[in-house]
């Protein structure tokens, strides 16, 4: 890409874009040699904020920059809803490039709209033509934001609307008023001081017919003394101190608004009193001129103070939602700890719970091997049956089985051969029958000594 005034005198300076799609205005250009980054934060060369879904869009959504070839690259920097290039989707963290009449889209599409809101298509044009229809970047949208910030939030054409201007077309223009005291006023005839200087009146007030009429003492105007309110830091204010503040903003609004209604009737009694050019009106004259004075000074006062209280209000609201803020932060603080006893406690009845199991199960398979114990039949690992105390006292000897001669390596308790001897012994004389329990006796007691 030939980078803008790069080309020679005569020939179309060409620029590389991402045009987007269905409109002619917001495209993106990309400057030769920099790198683009396109998202809703604010460190992005272009940032893009979506008015239908705000997460739509991530922080830094993906990255556009030229490889050593000279040929532009799209990156899609790990956002949430992707970035798809031709209708596929891109693996993150990986450089893919681009070309004339590619489509790029960023996020994916509503459930009730077929497109997705930002989709764009890499076109090479005119730098002409691209001018008027790019896109503001980051750092020109901050400036710009913060140069209305600075502005005045209440002007006079703001409090005045449509209805502000009289018959006569008069509109008192409160930007070039000057309420400082201590300033006399001279007429323009005989530098005598005379009538209110023409910077506090409607510039057709300040004629010289009227000076001509006028003479006599100093006139000073003195307006108002301005208190600005005093503003207590506190850590979260009240809302009731809000709602005070409120309501005598609401008041301070209604009171300028009757003072310009009372300054343009002053101005218009003026104008008719000039236009009646007679002779007994002079003293008339000067009187209105010096109420009108007043009242533009009184006016200037009143929304100076407005202005103040406005100030205040606002530092009011933003320390309440700092204090809300900080309160949500300690409240979800709390749910947290809250949240990580219970576990705890959970935790330690599941081990109480387990350690109970434990020590059951440990019972349980106790009775069984004392169970086991009585158990008379014993199966060798080479599956010969013997009885175990028979089996005890042949291993005292050799440790092997008596029948195959190989080794013995474990003993299974047999439950079945057992109850089938004992069935088995059931149909047998009554004398084998004691003979049977006094030798298992016998046994039990050797065993016990």
């Known amino acids: 890409m030939e980078k803008p005034g790069s080309l020679a005198t005569g020939l179309r300076c060409q620029s590389w874009c991402l045009r987007r799609v269905g409109m002619n205005v917001e495209w993106l250009l990309l400057e030769d040699g920099r790198e683009v980054s396109l998202g809703r934060g604010f460190g992005v060369t272009y940032q893009l904020v979506s008015k239908v879904c705000p997460l739509m869009i991530s922080r830094k959504h993906c990255v556009l920059k030229q490889n050593p070839e000279g040929q532009w690259t799209i990156m899609d920097n790990k956002s949430l809803n992707g970035v798809w290039l031709n209708r596929v989707r891109l693996e993150p963290l990986k450089f893919y490039a681009i070309r004339q009449g590619d489509h ?45 910030r600075t502005k005045r939030k209440f002007s006079l054409d703001e409090l005045e609307g449509s209805g502000a201007e009289g018959p006569s077309n008069l509109k008192s223009k409160m930007d070039e008023m000057s309420c400082e005291p201590g300033q006399p006023v001279q007429s323009h005839e005989n530098g005598k001081v005379a009538s209110p200087p023409s910077k506090y009146l409607d510039p057709k007030l300040a004629s010289p017919e009227a000076q001509e009429k006028v003479s006599g003492a100093d006139v000073y105007s003195t307006p108002p003394k301005i208190i600005a309110p005093h503003h207590n830091k506190q850590k979260g204010s009240n809302p009731s101190t809000s709602q005070s503040s409120l309501e005598l903003f609401k008041m301070t609004m209604s009171r300028i608004l009757k003072l310009k209604t009372e300054l343009q009737e002053k101005q218009m009694a003026v104008l008719n009193v000039k236009r009646q050019k007679q002779k007994g009106n002079s003293k008339t004259l000067v009187k209105m001129e010096e109420e009108l004075q007043a009242l533009q000074c009184q006016l200037c006062a009143e929304q100076a103070q407005q202005q103040a209280r406005v100030e205040e209000l606002e530092k009011t609201f933003q320390e309440e939602e700092q204090h809300l803020q900080d309160l949500e932060k300690e409240q979800g603080e709390e749910d947290l700890k809250q949240q990580l006893v219970q576990a705890l406690q959970e935790h330690r009845a599941l081990m109480e719970e387990l350690n109970r199991s434990k020590k059951d199960f440990e019972a349980i398979i106790q009775a069984k091997n004392r169970e086991l114990e009585q158990t008379k039949a014993v199966t060798l690992n080479c599956a010969h049956s013997f009885c175990s105390y028979c089996i005890k006292e042949w291993m005292k000897r050799k440790i092997e089985c008596p029948i195959c001669r190989k080794d013995i390596e474990s003993k299974t308790y047999s439950l079945v051969l057992d109850n089938c001897i004992n069935k088995m012994v059931d149909n047998l004389s009554s004398e084998v029958k004691e003979r049977r329990v006094a030798l298992i006796r016998e046994r039990k007691a050797k065993r016990l000594s």
């Open 104 to 148: 790029i889209q960023l996020g994916v599409p509503l459930d009730n709209k077929e497109n997705a809101e930002y989709e764009y298509e890499v076109s090479e044009e005119d730098w002409e033509q691209v001018v008027p229809r790019l896109a503001l970047k980051c750092k020109q949208m901050m400036e710009k934001n913060k140069s209305l």
